[in-house]
DNA sequence: AATAAAAAAACGGACGTCCGTCTTTTTTTT
DNA sequence: AAAAAAAAGACGGACGTCCGTTTTTTTATT
């Protein structure tokens, strides 16, 4: 599979995001209207999510917002109830569906060797497709409160124990070797997020993320297909 | 050599660091006693990264500072001339001292395999020494002021190139084997940043410093010395 | 279909708080 | 006592949030 493929089968629209955030929140967003509010909801995000691959959400005011938005800031007020409960919004709904993308993906996989394959490429996909909500993640869960780092961590740590998972597979199936599964998955990890935190650096270089995707997976298959 | 030889030999002491900025931005601090300036800015500098190991450096108000460090917002103003000057200043040293310790020991190689292995245990072993400076100016770059991002990319470039001369050299000397130097680079770095940015998750787990090291070596090396 | 009434949504001024910074006063050092 | 350093206090500005009012949309009535 390769990347315009993979936009073409996940299809993760402003509306299907806006849609659940709006079913997970219904008693906290004051609007009644649906329409109404997933129209303005995509507003929202989009309009967090551009000012915040610039400055930092701390440093977004609600005046920024409502600018950006085309709202204006009472009327922000009946989709949230404070500015620190729209970083939790973004928050979960980005590590929502970034999971659940990823497991579904998984799932059709065969082999160990496969699914690693896929599952590496699945995340780095999704990320490209998602860059915004993934830097914005990644870059802004220190600014949160205590509770929902706590929820940021534990996704982290449940993304890496799909890889543990893999190659623990693998092993198993004597299709992988390795020494240590966990490091093995913790640099896989941080070879996937270089590409959404340091994606200036490969846009400008032309990398594609095609081309991006194929070399991790070359530089991880040399460590665990190895012959010892 | 491992971390505990490292720190002996490469001598990072406070006063040294402070020192340094003293030397570099006499004019812009208004005492005149150097042993009180010293003294002062490493109380200074101490705090800040206390403080934003925890929160962002936005989010640290100078009245946080100024408790922390036990100087008075009053006196803090005579050892920088504004907040975003003392961002700039922790950034800029950062960066030189890392950059000098850096090249200084990969010098001391012989061939390039030995020189890739010294550049990432060093790489590695800094940012443990270092831990707080390292996150600190990693997680703090996008706050920078326009002219200063620019500086802190070059940096970091820089700190690449240091990495793509290195396999660049080896494959010349048909040591290495790679069609992507620079990937190859940049996903070491990847791995390498990894080290202070997830350190919570390396802690948590008693992954040591060295473990780390020789793992990301071995990783490096399945790619790069692999027969085609 | 046109009009009136009601409901919903959006607006934007105002408030209290906290911030960075500047100025003045006090303390310490020489 | 003079000079240097530190502390304390003051100030204007920006912020998040609230809430009374206006505008827009929907529903009801003729």
Redesign the interface.
Known sequence: MIYSEFKKIVNISKEDISGQILEQNRDSIKVKKEKKVIENLIKIFDATLEICSR??F??MSIRDLAAHSGLSRGALYSYFTNKEELLNLIQMQGRQIANRVLTEQISCAGGAAEKLRIAIKTHIYLSEAMHNWFYFTY?EA??LSKPEQKKA?ES??QTEAIFVDIITTGVKEKVFVSD?V???A??I???L??WYL?R???TQ?K?SVD??AD??I??TE??LL?KK
Do not use: C, G, P
């Open positions: 400055k930092s701390q440093a870059i220190r600014n961590i982290e740590l240590n966990i490091l093995t913790s640099v990890k941080a070879m997020q270089d340091k200036w650096k490969y270089r990398v081309e991006y070399f991790v070359k530089v040399a460590s190895r």
